[in-house]
């Protein structure tokens, strides 16, 4: 079904609604042959309130807030609210004048994400209403604006949960939250232009791989000259392939034609894999003679990615996919976070808990989260808004829309090996399982598709059965191609101030998971369910509208369990030795005495107050399949007297690494860390700054929950509590950047251990034009 066919046939897009282009891949990308791209984050007013009268152009909007987009509808506390605090509708206005060098040309506004639907508005003129909050979309401006006066945007944010709107219509396990939380920019295109680009890459296992570049062009206006495409091969700055391809004139149409340039005879071509991420990108330009009317380009890598009856495999090799699932909602502003803290969570699952693989569980995800994903070698399993409920026929046309708004924005990404076209946990609806089957092949022929069930006995329409399974022993796989997709999260919740049975349990769990897993080809791997906590409804999660089902907390500080992921790594890559619990004689029931630790090493010397007190090995009685398996040590015998624990990894029979552990029970020292140092000026940037209280050899104090105090100096805004009770001896507040540079200064003032100071510093960033 094309997009023309779609729209006729399902009435989801309102007039004037668009698709949007490939989510604007470089919004601060400047000028380059027709094309400019004006972002448009800044400058913003805002009002809780909505009004009629608000979407005039003479509106007086004075009295609202200046804001900067990612934007949340209203600052929350990190738990323990109420979610109709965020839900109404809010108003956002824009005021803009356009260069001289649009005039002539149309003008597109691309919005990458607003929660949950947004009504625009162009000097008065109503343009229409986009449902939808994880998926971008566009409006076209031009008949409306005053290319040589200012000229005033309007949208009205709905963020109330919709039932006429996926994920909405019965209850869902997580929180939406409001707000234009993603990017926004003008796109300023001729009348002819390159509407999208996709590159599909061909034979690369062989020495002479291929390119296959579909150029989508959008014909306005009759275009009456014969045109071309001009696409160029790159491997960074170097050309290493062009060719090109005739576009006849065309009539106005509503939908691109697609011209196909092949790229063949390719040498030397480095494949995209987990270590190694050879990215390439083309550049495409549409000609007019030797003018170059637009110009645009895209990212992506070589490589051959497919799920098979003994796994899956990576250009060739069979690899078990272990990784957790992701949402993407963070403490006090919901899912308005900027590039940098959605890149730091890709970061945290690949480099600190050593997953291969994330789900963008339940909803299509941040540009930015899957461009680092590609960078560090992270795959992805990217799927559609949903969660258990199937709405009426235009509730599914909209779904079905979603299918093709992801996969058009993210269809280059070399770390999205797999298609998610399913209602997370939904019951069988084959009429509409076909439709989201059906689009996503046509769409895209290099990926398989899959959809996330919570039942063997399902109707399997995908090429991947992807299944969740909390129970234990596993079910054995039912097909051929066979990926678990949730594990353990709702069924044994663990948070980081619990007792240490359950903590040292919760691990325990994880590491039975990806054993069986391990013991059969057939598995795929497994996802588990999930990497951070994250805030829910009342009726879910622990009390406190927090579902405490991660492996790190809300703040992203690891719990022990996190110890097991990151522990199944190469030693090569990073030697882990991390305990499933905290060091206290009486924390557990009837004492202490078993102790679990999650490392790569392959032997063990434990030693209390000074002494050796056990030598011990992996224990391949219970995970016989792991690579790595967990420690275990009993050691209720082993209690000569109390005092400070030593761990000694050795692998190969040569100590690897040491860690110690206090046993005096005090809080010694008061820890501050910045994930970043430097941030840009431009009213969006911002970074984590987490705190701890540690023992005097750097280890957690989980039962600290002293006040910690904030005072900050510079160019910036504290986006959290101040004071801050220390929940499980860590925390994190997050640092923006306002709209100038200087130098930032965050004092934290512990009670009792003093203060620790970190600096930031704030540069320039460029203007924006509009």
């Known amino acids: 079904m094309d997009r023309r066919d779609f729209i006729k046939t399902t009435g989801t897009l309102v007039a004037g609604a668009h698709l949007a282009p490939h989510a604007m891949a470089d919004t601060a990308a400047p000028k380059s042959g027709g094309r400019i791209i004006l972002p448009m984050n800044r400058n913003w007013r805002y009002s809780r309130k909505s009004s009629d009268a608000a979407h005039a152009r003479d509106f007086d909007d004075s009295g609202f807030d200046r804001i900067t987009v990612p934007h949340t509808n209203m600052p929350l506390p990190w738990h323990s609210f109420d979610e109709k605090t965020y839900e109404f509708v809010s108003s956002y206005r824009r005021r803009f004048k356009l260069p001289p060098d649009a005039r002539g040309k149309h003008v597109f506004v691309d919005f990458e994400g607003v929660m949950t639907a947004a ?106 000259k014969p045109l071309s495409v001009e696409v160029e091969l790159l491997d960074s700055e170097r050309v290493i392939a062009r060719g090109s391809q005739k576009v006849v004139p065309s009539a106005a149409a509503a939908d691109p034609t697609t011209h196909s340039v092949h790229l063949s005879g390719l040498s030397g071509i480095k494949l995209w894999d987990l270590k190694d991420r050879n990215l390439y990108s083309v550049r495409v330009r549409l000609m007019n003679g030797s003018v170059a009317m637009d110009e645009d380009s895209r990212r992506f890598g070589f490589r051959q990615a497919q799920f098979t009856d003994h796994g899956f495999e990576l250009n060739g090799k069979v690899i078990k996919l272990r990784g957790l699932d992701r949402h993407q909602t963070f ?108 689009l996503a092949h046509s769409l895209d022929t290099t990926r398989q598709t899959g959809g996330i069930r919570y039942f063997q006995e399902s109707e399997f329409l995908e090429d991947v059965f992807t299944m969740n399974d909390f129970g234990f022993p596993l079910k054995k796989p039912n097909h051929p191609r066979y990926l678990n997709t949730e594990f353990v999260g709702h069924t044994y919740p663990t948070k980081t101030i619990d007792q240490v049975e359950r903590l040292t349990e919760h691990t325990l769990r994880h590491a039975r998971i990806h054993d069986q897993l391990a013991s059969d080809p057939q598995y795929a791997g497994g996802i588990g369910w999930c990497a951070f906590d994250y805030n829910t409804h009342g009726n879910f999660g622990s009390g406190d509208r927090i579902c405490y089902h991660g492996v790190t907390d809300i703040f992203r500080e690891p719990k022990p369990a996190a110890g097991f992921y990151k522990s199944q790594c190469d030693p090569a890559e990073e030697v882990v030795l991390e305990p499933a619990f905290h060091w206290a004689r009486g924390d557990a029931s009837i004492g202490f005495s078993k102790a679990v630790v999650c490392s790569n090493c392959d032997h ?116 959290g509590d101040n004071p801050f009770a220390l929940v499980g001896g860590t925390g994190a507040v997050w640092i923006r950047a306002k709209e100038e540079a200087g130098t930032v200064q965050l004092k934290a003032i512990h009670p009792q251990l003093g203060a620790q100071t970190v600096s930031i510093e704030i540069a320039a960033a460029p203007a924006e034009t509009v």
């Open 119 to 224: 009504t625009v508005w162009i000097n008065g003129t109503r343009l229409g209403e986009y449902r939808g909050g994880y998926t971008p979309f566009s409006f076209d401006l031009t008949p409306h604006l005053d290319f040589e006066g200012e000229n005033v945007l309007a949208v009205d944010v709905d963020s109330s949960e919709r039932r006429d709107i996926p994920p909405f219509g019965y209850e869902i396990d997580y929180l939406t939250f409001g707000g234009i939380y993603r990017e926004v920019s003008l796109r300023v295109v001729p009348a002819t232009f390159l509407e999208n680009i996709s590159v599909k890459t061909k034979d690369v296992m062989t020495p002479n791989p291929s390119v296959e570049v579909d150029c989508f062009i959008q014909h306005l206006e009759a275009s009456k």
């Open 331 to 438: 403490p006090f502003v919901g899912q308005a976070m900027p590039g940098p803290v959605q890149r730091q969570d890709a970061k945290i699952l690949r480099n600190n808990l050593k997953c291969n693989i994330v789900r963008t569980s339940h909803y299509p995800q941040s540009r930015h989260f899957l461009d680092a994903c590609d960078e560090i070698g992270l795959l992805v399993l990217e799927e559609i808004p949903g969660w258990q409920h199937i709405g009426d026929k235009p509730w599914q046309d909209i779904s079905v829309d979603n299918v093709q708004r992801m996969i058009r924005r993210d269809w280059n990404h070399p770390s999205i090996i797999l298609w998610g076209v399913r209602i997370n946990e939904s019951r069988d609806n084959h009429d509409f399982y076909v439709r989201t089957n059906q």
């Open 604 to 719: 063990l010397k434990v030693y209390i107050a000074g002494e050796k007190v056990a030598e011990v090995d992996p224990d391949r009685k219970e995970f016989a399949h792991l690579r790595y398996a967990p420690f275990v040590v009993e050691l209720g015998e082993l209690f000569h007297k109390w005092g400070d624990l030593r761990l000694e990894g050795y692998i190969d029979g040569k100590l690897a690494i040491t860690k110690d552990f206090s046993g005096n029970g005090v809080d010694a020292k008061f820890q501050l860390i910045a994930d970043d140092t430097k941030l840009m000026a431009d009213g969006a940037d911002s970074t984590r700054i987490v705190f701890r209280v540690n023992d005097e050899f750097g280890r957690i104090k989980p039962f600290a929950n002293d006040a910690v105090r904030f005072e900050l100096q510079g160019p910036a805004q504290l986006i």
